[in-house]
């Protein structure tokens, strides 16, 4: 079964992890702003999805979107404390467990599992609009142990058992003050994000997941027929990710018919890092964009520029699929240099290693709403999706 994985830092496993999974899984990454790890050197696996930097506003930011993982990997919290001053242990315990299903998790030396329970406890108490709402979980030490720094500590494997989040459309946390000076956070709220763990048997474990419309009209919709194990596209060029990774997704996205709403809200990463359309549905009314007008959509969230496949002059197939008389409508199937594109950019990352995708610069001043720029220093400015 194809899992989606958060990775939370890039260490000796990544590679590892990401090869050693079915090639239909995918596994996100982030690693510390100049960090070096051993196997940073080595190529990206087509499954693997290098992150820019770790950030606690990118952190907090990706709380409140409507992704859940299969499978959270925290072994490497003391390096996230130890590179980012203004991280709380407690404050990145209570946003960042709600996210995936299972954790993983290694302490750092002198904390015990008391620090979950208050962080959940933090969290919940807080009433934020957007992220955890209520959360059931279970806490488990297992056999397995590591150092994070001068003392041995166990792994704890964290089980969400039921959750609800609110969540947002937009990606970037705001911090808002009101006439009072009390500080409020930023309440667009999109969905409340619900999910339930079954049970199950062999390891085939179900579970139901359901979300709320927020705003004027409260419509609840049961997703566990159509949940698709992924990560949102829009939240993954939120939080910052390689040209190279961008030129890969809209080759991937020129290879399929062209649908209604393409933005990038309606599309995820899943089945080995692959961005697919969501939301594919007919609507009455809706019409299909002219060429020029539907890349230049999606070229303009995915921050590319025009010359969008001149980095890859060894994908003539691409710029051919670029320059083919052919109108991307969901009747038809795209010509065969489309097909052929996504497959020539994948193979360039044999080239490519992990250190030079983690560790490079994130486009500035794309898709930027003004109303909507704090962000700390150097920090990635807000995707409006």
């Keep these: ?82 590179a980012n001053v203004d991280l709380d242990l407690q404050r990145l315990l209570g946003h960042i467990l709600p996210l995936a299903k299972l954790t993983y998790l290694l302490l750092p030396c002198g904390q015990t599992e008391a620090i979950i329970h208050r962080a959940i406890q933090w969290a919940l108490g807080a009433n934020y609009t957007v992220g955890v709402k209520a959360l059931q979980y279970t806490v488990e030490t297992t056999e397995l142990t590591a150092q994070p720094g001068a003392c041995t500590q166990p792994v704890l494997k964290v089980t969400v058992q039921t959750l609800t989040r609110g969540t947002r459309q937009t990606w970037c946390v705001h911090e808002l003050h009101d006439f009072m000076g009390k500080t409020l ?8 994000f619900k999910y339930e763990a079954l049970g199950g048997r062999a390891g085939q474990s179900t579970y139901r997941i359901g979300r709320i419309e927020g705003g004027k009209f409260k419509l609840a919709k049961d997703l566990s027929a159509e949940w698709k194990s992924s990560v949102k596209l829009k939240d993954l ?61 999606l070229k303009s969230e995915l921050c590319l520029p025009h010359e969008t496949f001149s980095s890859t002059p060894q994908c003539p197939q691409c710029k051919a699929c670029l320059d083919h008389k052919f109108a991307w409508v969901k009747t038809k199937t795209p010509p065969e240099e489309c097909l052929q594109c996504p497959e020539c950019i ?32 150097g920090e990635h400015k807000c995707y409006v999706f």
């Design 237 to 297: 060029l939120g939080w910052g990710i390689s040209r190279q990774q961008r030129q890969l997704f809209l080759a991937q996205q020129l290879s399929g018919p062209q649908f209604p709403d393409a933005g990038a809200h309606n599309w995820v990463v899943c089945c080995g890092a692959r961005a697919e359309r969501i939301d594919s549905t007919d609507r009455a009314g809706a019409r299909s964009f002219p060429k020029s007008k539907y890349l230049n959509l």
């Design 346 to 377: 994948a193979g360039t990352f044999a080239d490519v290693t992990v250190e030079q995708l983690a560790l490079h610069e994130v486009v500035e001043d794309c898709n930027v709403d003004p109303d909507l720029q704090w962000v700390l220093q």
């Design 185 to 192: 956070y930023d309440h667009k709220l999109k969905y409340d």
């Design 1 to 82: 079964v194809p899992i989606t994985v958060l990775d939370l830092v890039t260490n000796l496993q990544t590679v590892d992890l990401a090869q050693g999974l079915p090639r239909d899984s995918t596994v996100v990454t982030t690693n510390l702003k100049d960090a070096h790890a051993t196997n940073m050197q080595r190529p990206v696996p087509c499954n693997l999805i290098v992150l820019s930097p770790l950030t606690t506003h990118k952190l907090e930011s990706l709380a409140a979107t409507l992704n859940l993982f299969d499978l959270l990997l925290m072994v490497q919290v003391h390096r996230m404390l130890e």
